[in-house]
């Protein structure tokens, strides 16, 4: 069954320094998706992303972050400057359409320290 | 706005008893409806779905009807196992902020005893 692939699956990084998640989404899927947990409380919606540009994004979602599609396969989340409230697990999700069920991937646990 | 409301846990059973999970949502139209599953120390795994009215999602026993009457999608198993032991979300496709996206409910905790 085709997955969606999140890398890497545990990263710390120091308060300040800037971090990338990488997510191989579903080969033939449009829409792509990142959320986050942070621990013990709800999944929340960061961003939308459709033909090569962000479709909505949330408050969470300020201008730390960026996300990109550089090659056609890989779905990049940056977050330039970390803050210790940022450590939360990070979701990828891919979706043949926008009405459709999302696949997610296992996740990056992010941890700023 | 749209929103989605999950009964919060945890929740503790014993082997074989029987499960429901309570959501209810606020929408304008009729969204589609997911369950996702999270094992500890996993990610979320679509459990079951249900695009229209008066449809049922199933998968590993689990089992879910779309009611546009109360606007639910409660969650059920009939016999549950100590393998189930996991959280749930709730999540409709609602719209928010101007487009669709699935919205998660707060997740509730299962924990089924041997």
């Known amino acids: 069954e085709p997955e969606v692939t999140q890398t890497p699956s545990h990263q710390v990084t120091q308060m300040g320094q800037e971090v990338i998640l990488r997510c191989v989404p579903i080969?033939?899927?449009?829409?792509f998706y990142w959320y986050r947990q942070i621990l013990g409380q709800k999944v929340e919606f960061l961003v939308s992303?459709?033909?090569?540009?962000?479709?909505?994004k949330s408050e969470i979602f300020d201008d730390q972050f960026s996300v990109e599609r550089p090659d056609g396969s890989n779905f990049t989340l940056k977050i330039r400057s970390t803050k210790l409230e940022d450590s939360a697990m990070y979701f990828c999700a891919s979706s043949v359409r926008d009405n459709y069920g999302y696949t997610f991937g296992s996740g990056t646990r992010l941890t700023v320290v | 706005g749209d929103s989605v409301t999950q009964m919060e846990g945890p929740v503790t059973l014993s082997e074989e008893a029987f499960l429901t999970i309570n959501c209810t949502y606020t929408?304008?139209?009729?969204?589609?409806l997911f369950w996702y599953v999270q094992y500890p120390g996993e990610g979320l795994q679509l459990l079951l779905k249900?695009?229209?009215?008066?449809d049922k999602g199933s998968n590993k026993g689990f089992e879910a009807t779309y009611r546009k009457e109360t606007t639910s999608f409660h969650l059920e198993k009939g016999s549950v196992q100590v393998s189930d032991s996991a959280v749930y979300f709730c999540?409709?496709?609602?719209?928010?902020?101007?487009?669709?996206?699935?919205?998660f409910g707060k997740g509730t905790k299962l924990t089924v005893n041997p």
């Open positions: 080969s033939n899927h449009l829409y």
């Open positions: 929408a304008t139209g009729y969204p589609s």
């Open positions: 999540a409709p496709l609602l719209t928010q902020g101007g487009s669709e996206k699935l919205v």
């Open positions: 992303f459709y033909n090569n540009e962000i479709s909505e």
């Open positions: 249900a695009t229209k009215a008066d």
